[in-house]
């Protein structure tokens, strides 16, 4: 029977981990009726992991890790380069824009454009996450999201996305789509927070 029970213990996914969202100044009603925002990402004083590395030293580390394993540390590492631009950032505009649409929210984030407001969404931390095939352990994200009014420089909003969870049905062995999948939670949980708030 104890057998049993670690077995299944073993073949549980998931720790259970619950996102926490908290607007720390303004609300979001002025998004009503907007039809467009900018969006700019910010990487610049992000830590990794529960030591706080910051991401220089998180690459170094990385990188002899995975050169014993496989010797495979400069690939990686261009791959971890392009994981910004090519997964994180679209997964967080693409999962925020497709929840607003389906909720009947006309308002879609823009990397470029002539918009009124402004999404910063400053990176403060990231975990990877790790996947063993019977055990797994989600990424988590964790961000700072301000609303800015570009001509007066205003903040209409501060909002702390703490520990969004990154995770996928079945295996899923690459960090970074892992961190990517975080960072489209926080997208969608944004996105219905604001549809409360607007419609």
Known sequence: MK??????????STVAIAQKIKIQSGDLKFLKGVETINVVFDYADMKLMKENYSEAEYVSRRIEEVNKKTGGGDIWKKQWERSKEEIWNPKFITIFNKVLSKEGVNTALQEKGNSVYTLQVKVKWLFPGWDAGIMKQPAKVTTQLTFIENKTKKVMCEIESVE?????????FNNETRIGEGFAKTGKTLALKIEKEVK
């Open 3 to 12: 057998k049993l029970l670690l077995l299944m213990f073993a073949m549980i």
């Open 164 to 172: 969004a969870p990154g995770d996928q049905w079945g295996s899923n």
